[in-house]
């Protein structure tokens, strides 16, 4: 456990500081996460209720639907909340391991996606010999065993911290970046080893899916017709498109020193992949699904408008 003989709360000051505009972040942050579990939710209903859906596509989809509703359960109360702005050291710490875990996992996850898109499009005769129920299975076994040993790394490298007293983190959660600014301990070994960790699980999923990407391209450049390369895409256009929102963010956040900047990018990022992201996932990945289009048209009962 990190030393806790000089602090034993800290409040979270938000996103901003100024008063007229705290009620209208209110409003927001709660209609992000409102829709954002509405959308994920929709998303899990339709994947476990449609039996043409039980492919490794939309088990993938599914499992990440969850994660996105509880990767900003994490980060949003606290912020929605503002009369209990205070957290306690032990809900600060525990608040962080969850969201390094969730982080983590759906950094992998879109790295399993890609794995799924690359094995479709350039061996579809063996998709399903490689793309079995158990091996899907267990991708996701093992995405969630490394995020929780990542998230044991970081706590290992939290416990090192002290802190003099009491104290404000300039931000809507406790992450990495804040509490390595606040606390009082010589934190460059912690935060060289942070970057090398954030680089290597960060860099290494990029790469596999870069690689797989790579494969994609190459086999759609094979394809003859023109019509049939534009609908090969388009199954990969929702995914890529939330890999470089992912990336973007968290490397505009994470891939440098925590002590580097206090700037509003840094928080504008954090609330980029923390909020945005996660909620967007769902219109992204079905707007234009006409599997998904046609399940809730069954179950509403009415004509789609998404087209």
Known sequence: MLNQTSVTEFLLL??????????VLFVVFLAIYIVNVAGNGVIMMVVTSDPKLHSPMYFFLGNLSCLD???STVTLPKTLWTSSRLISFSDCLA???FFAVFADMDDLLLTAMAIDHDAAICHPLHYALLMTPCRCA???GESWGVAHSISLVHALLLSQLSFDSNQEIPHFFCDF?????LSCSDTHLNEDLMMVLTGLLGISPLLCITSSYAHIFLAVARIPSAQGKKKTLATCSSHLSMVILFYSSVFATYLKSPLASHASGEMGAAVTYALVTPTLKPFIYSL???DVESFLKRVLGIESSWH
């Open 14 to 23: 938000g996103v901003t500081d100024i008063q007229v505009l705290q009620p």
């Open 69 to 71: 509703i509880c990767y």
């Open 95 to 97: 608040q962080l391991n």
């Open 138 to 140: 267990l991708l996701v």
């Open 177 to 181: 970046g804040p509490l390595f600014r």
């Open 288 to 290: 234009r699904n006409k």
